[in-house]
């Protein structure tokens, strides 16, 4: 069994936003392991303990450029380390510039990127260029480049933080931007069900199962609950099943179908997602300048 030290009681609490009691009693159970903990949690206190989980980690911006035919479309996640210089015009700049070089030249992965040429110098060399003028540290986490099947449409949010680009077949503008909205509103992990990845659905069975068993249920009834709670989690996470931000009595596959229209893809960006934020001790910080300030 694993120890249960204060710093593993406090990534819980900052996953799932659970009391802290909760979290030491679920990892008590849980022997130490933190997944089996979470789940723990979900089964004991809803849907609510994994609120936390989405949130931003670390700083940053979401760049997007679309050609003018909408055949073509980049996607480029800068990071920073403060919010500070996420809005630095310099910083959203070579952000932009990145965007471009996606674009036009079709990088194979970052440091094909990296490589390319920026301002009469390289992308790295204006990186590192900027990390020394801002004071900290910039990097150039991840990007995408686009081919339409249809048409692309895009939607920045937030101050960047949340990107969408949609490809879509049929519709018009309208409706691909109100779909790159919708996507950034509710963050779906694919266009239909079978996109969804197996192992997520499995997790959403065994929290169903475990909270159906609780109910005293007959096995008919409570494999109909568990069956039931999938569904509604598939259509939760689905764009096709959820229901349209601008008319709750339509399901966006509803809307599509009205409009003649198919969604051939979707990229969804959100700054710092799945990276720890950094932790400022601001009195370390007063002592570390008391100290280089008495040098």
């Given at each position: 069994?694993?120890e249960?030290?204060?710093?593993l009681?406090k990534e819980l609490?900052?996953?799932?936003?659970a009391?802290?009691?909760?979290?030491?009693?679920a990892l008590a159970?849980?022997?130490?392991d933190?997944?089996r903990?979470e789940e723990?949690?979900?089964?004991?206190?809803g849907?609510k303990?994994g609120k936390?989980a989405?949130r931003?980690t670390a700083?940053?911006?979401?760049?997007?450029l679309?050609?003018e035919?909408?055949?073509?479309g980049?996607i480029?996640?800068?990071n920073?380390?403060?919010?500070f210089v996420a809005?630095?015009?310099?910083?959203r700049?070579?952000?932009a510039?990145?965007?471009?070089?996606v674009?036009a030249k079709?990088?194979?992965?970052?440091?094909?990127?990296?490589?390319?040429?920026?301002?009469?110098?390289?992308?790295?060399?204006?990186r590192?260029?900027?990390v020394?003028?801002i004071?900290?540290?910039?990097?150039?986490?991840r990007?995408e480049r686009?081919?339409?099947?249809g048409?692309?449409?895009?939607?920045?949010?937030g101050?960047s933080k949340?990107g969408?680009l949609?490809?879509?077949?049929?519709?018009d503008?309208e409706?691909?931007?109100?779909l790159?909205?919708?996507?950034?509103?509710?963050?779906?992990?694919?266009?239909?069900?079978?996109g969804?990845a197996e192992?997520?659905?499995e997790?959403e069975?065994?929290?169903?199962?475990q909270k159906?068993a609780?109910?005293g249920?007959?096995a008919?009834i409570?494999?109909?609950?568990v069956e039931g709670?999938v569904?509604?989690f598939l259509?939760e996470?689905t764009?096709?099943g959820?229901v349209?931000v601008?008319d709750?009595?339509?399901?966006?596959?509803q809307?599509?179908?009205?409009?003649?229209?198919q969604v051939k893809g979707?990229?969804?960006?959100?700054v710092?997602?799945?990276?720890a934020?950094?932790q400022?001790?601001?009195?370390?910080?007063?002592a570390?300048?008391?100290?280089?300030a008495?040098?």
């Amino acid at each position: 069994m694993a120890e249960i030290t204060a710093a593993l009681v406090k990534e819980l609490r900052e996953k799932t936003d659970a009391p802290m009691m909760e979290c030491k009693r679920a990892l008590a159970e849980a022997q130490g392991d933190l997944e089996r903990a979470e789940e723990l949690l979900r089964v004991k206190l809803g849907t609510k303990a994994g609120k936390a989980a989405s949130r931003i980690t670390a700083e940053g911006i979401v760049a997007i450029l679309v050609a003018e035919d909408r055949k073509l479309g980049a996607i480029v996640e800068v990071n920073c380390e403060t919010d500070f210089v996420a809005k630095n015009d310099e910083f959203r700049a070579f952000a932009a510039g990145l965007a471009a070089l996606v674009l036009a030249k079709d990088p194979a992965d970052v440091a094909a990127l990296a490589a390319l040429p920026l301002g009469g110098s390289t992308v790295e060399a204006v990186r590192t260029g900027l990390v020394g003028k801002i004071g900290e540290n910039v990097s150039v986490r991840r990007f995408e480049r686009v081919v339409a099947q249809g048409m692309l449409s895009s939607y920045i949010h937030g101050g960047s933080k949340i990107g969408v680009l949609v490809d879509l077949a049929g519709g018009d503008a309208e409706l691909g931007r109100d779909l790159a909205m919708q996507i950034a509103a509710t963050r779906p992990k694919s266009i239909a069900a079978d996109g969804v990845a197996e192992s997520d659905i499995e997790r959403e069975r065994s929290v169903a199962r475990q909270k159906a068993a609780e109910s005293g249920k007959s096995a008919e009834i409570v494999a109909k609950m568990v069956e039931g709670s999938v569904q509604k989690f598939l259509k939760e996470v689905t764009l096709l099943g959820q229901v349209f931000v601008k008319d709750d009595k339509l399901s966006v596959e509803q809307l599509l179908k009205s409009k003649s229209a198919q969604v051939k893809g979707f990229k969804l960006y959100v700054v710092g997602e799945g990276l720890a934020k950094r932790q400022n001790d601001f009195a370390a910080e007063v002592a570390a300048q008391a100290a280089a300030a008495g040098r």
